[in-house]
């Protein structure tokens, strides 16, 4: 067997995971990362409407059971609040770790246990400039957004606040599927897609609620979320750690919440926003658009680290 530095940063990020990689784990693991974030999600819209954060009204909004035209300010807080749901797996993924696999939260964000700011860079870059090609055809295809009614200062006054929750709800989500569930799959399976494609899948399905009066967006919402999360995990694949991808996820959010957006009216929270039957209009060129950009992560063009093969031979451990 090779010795650990001789393996690939991947590889070792993955061993990190193999003492207690038994299957039972994982799904008892997520079972409690599912049970924690319900905790905290409930008790903190408790709290959001007992401090008058947010109202009854808004709440039915935020998870679609209602439909009403919310002032700017109601939206920022029922945006707020949402985003800040999405902690409870961050707070699960700690807690499952330290119980349940013995370790540290730091062994699932980077191989060598550090943070990278170069390869988070790089991954903010990369979804800058996927934003940026994706906005350019929209306006030379004749299906540019049109500038909303939100005020610039107004925009610029909400924007850190915004940005500082999104990096954090970015961050939470690809801990437990960029990482947990990855991790602990190739600790166990080699098969890349066990490891790659289902944790994809199930953050394309996370997405499914995001467009509920609207069947046929919210397929696409789920198949467009589902290859974008095989783009971060690519990253991971990479480099063996969750800087790049939270990088990307978190420049892609940033972008599609508070830049160019779907039209909520008066609500809207971007400066430039589309219409709904715009935004089906781009949906095919969207995921040509992501698909050319798996390639581009995947391929020796990439600004990230060389890859490992997906599969090796001659290898007793059930590694990628």
């Known amino acids: 067997m090779s010795d650990a530095s001789d393996l690939h940063p991947f590889q070792q990020w993955v061993d990190a995971a193999r003492p207690r990689h038994q299957l039972w784990r994982t799904l008892l693991g997520l079972l409690l990362i599912t ?13 959001a409407i007992g401090s008058n954060l947010i109202d009854a009204n808004s709440f039915r909004v935020m998870f679609g059971m209602a439909e009403s035209q919310l002032s700017y300010a109601q939206t ?18 700690w807690a499952v770790l330290k119980l349940l696999h013995k370790r ?12 990278s700011m170069s390869q988070f860079g ?11 090609v994706s906005l350019t055809w929209s306006i030379v295809s004749g299906n540019a957004p049109r500038r909303s009614e939100l005020e610039t200062a107004t925009w610029l006054l909400t924007l850190g606040p915004i940005a500082l929750i999104i990096f954090m709800q970015a961050a939470s989500e690809e801990l437990i599927f960029r990482g947990y569930l990855p991790q602990q799959l190739a600790a166990r399976f080699s098969n890349p897609i066990v490891w790659g494609f289902l944790p994809s899948l199930a953050f394309g399905f996370m997405h499914a ?13 789920v198949v467009i979320a589902a290859v ?16 790049a991808a939270i990088g990307f996820h978190f420049i892609n959010n940033v972008g599609a919440l508070t ?43 990439s600004p990230l680290p060389r890859g490992q093969a997906f599969a090796r031979r001659n290898e007793t451990r059930a590694a990628p």
């Open 228 to 243: 974008m999360g095989m783009v971060m995990l690519a990253m991971v694949w990479r480099t063996g750690s969750l800087a």
């Open 209 to 221: 609620a995001n467009s509920p009066e609207n069947q046929t967006y919210a397929v696409y919402y």
């Open 259 to 301: 830049l160019a957006g779907a039209d909520s009216g008066s609500s809207s929270l971007a400066l430039f926003v589309w219409r709904s039957d715009q935004l089906m209009h781009g949906a095919s060129t969207e995921l040509l658009l992501i698909g050319v950009l798996l390639a581009f992560v995947l391929s020796p063009f």
């Open 122 to 132: 790089i991954g903010c870059a990369i979804a800058a400039g996927y934003l940026a």
């Open 35 to 47: 049970v924690v974030w319900f905790i905290w999600t409930f008790a903190l819209i408790l709290i």
């Open 104 to 115: 540290q939260l730091d062994t699932l964000g980077a191989w060598n246990r550090r943070f």
């Open 76 to 93: 920022v807080a029922v945006l707020l609040v949402a985003l800040a749901t999405i902690w409870g797996f961050a707070i699960g993924v």
